[in-house]
């Protein structure tokens, strides 16, 4: 029996050092929902009782479904260039709180199958207590201001190194200049305003980001032309980040309802590195000059259409 503890131990601790799987194959449904993982075991071929047989069949699935929700979780993108893997071996405060956030995972459900192979599936959230997203982000004691509205016309030399997570994560010390952004040919969409003056009373924003290639990340940055980041981590309360993430994804305007019922509404020109939509320099004016007026950045009423 000791034996067979220290055996699922190992291969808990294995999970928790495997290389992750690509960002395209991890959790389908993180984005603001749950991770899961199902794990099938068996007990070994010769057991004194039937009783006992399901017992070491669950322990063996438990294990399996561990190595299966950490191979997910490792895979998740956090932002542009950083994996939740890449984290966790660069941060040791970061491996503990992942690998505590995994062997607290919750059993969602079991089941003895016939020829006594066992299931059971685990599942951790996203956002929330007891998250990934607590795991991921370090509180944010002193949030950055928003950039001037104007400074979205100036030169901008700041690279691409920018913490979205608290970690200082993001191309961490990289002096790799920022790759060339795809543009689109629609530019601009804001509706129009009067210059300098917020209209007024948007509910959120609304970035159509269809046909760019843009994927979820749990830390998003929107940037302007000049590579000036305009909405990331440095600038929200890190409680609201960990309870609602920083950005919805869908594929239409209608399942926007995290922008509410007067979203602000712009299309990206480009996406940065395949994850930050770029907005021209008078959409993002435009933006920083309303959520001024109405706050709905900082409450993160933030929606992407991909």
């Known amino acids: 029996m000791q034996l067979l503890k220290s ?3 190992a291969l808990v601790a294995l999970a928790l050092v495997l290389v992750s799987l690509p960002a395209a194959e ?3 449904d993180w984005n603001g929902g749950n991770i899961r993982a199902e794990g099938t075991g068996i007990a070994p071929a010769r057991t004194a009782s039937p009783a006992q047989a399901r017992v070491l069949a669950r322990r063996a699935a438990i294990a399996d479904a561990y190595r299966a929700l950490a191979e997910q979780i490792q895979g998740v993108d956090v932002d542009a260039t950083t994996t939740v893997e890449n984290m966790m071996v660069a941060n040791d405060t970061v491996r503990t709180h992942v690998s505590a956030l995994i062997r607290g995972a919750r059993i969602v459900s079991e089941q003895e199958q016939r020829g006594g192979a066992y299931t059971v599936t685990l599942e951790v959230p996203v956002f ?9 982000f370090s509180r944010n004691e002193t949030r950055a201001q928003w950039a001037s509205p104007d400074s979205v016309y100036e030169p901008y030399s700041g690279g691409r190194n920018y913490d979205t997570t608290g970690y200082g994560t993001y191309d961490r ?9 795809r543009r689109d040919p629609a530019g601009s969409s804001a509706a129009s305003a009067p210059s300098g ?9 609304i970035v159509d980001c269809r046909g ?5 990340v749990m830390s998003p940055v929107i940037k302007t032309e000049n590579g000036r980041p305009i909405y990331g981590y440095k600038n929200l309360d890190s409680d609201k980040v960990v309870q609602n993430g920083m950005a919805g994804y869908v594929r239409s305007e209608s399942d926007a309802t995290r922008a509410g019922r007067n979203p602000l509404v712009v299309r990206a020109v480009a996406v940065d590195a395949g994850a930050n939509p770029v907005l021209s320099a008078d959409d993002a004016r435009r933006v920083l000059i309303e ?6 950045l900082d409450a993160t009423n ?4 991909r």
């Open 212 to 216: 760019l290639g843009l994927r979820p």
């Open 128 to 136: 929330g207590v007891g998250s990934l997203a607590n795991s991921i």
């Open 302 to 305: 933030v929606v992407f259409i």
């Open 7 to 9: 055996g699922i131990c």
């Open 26 to 28: 991890a959790a389908s």
């Open 173 to 181: 010390g990289s002096t790799t200049p920022a790759a060339p952004v």
């Open 291 to 296: 959520n001024g007026a109405s706050g709905f």
């Open 197 to 205: 003056r917020a209209v007024g009373g948007y509910t959120g924003l």
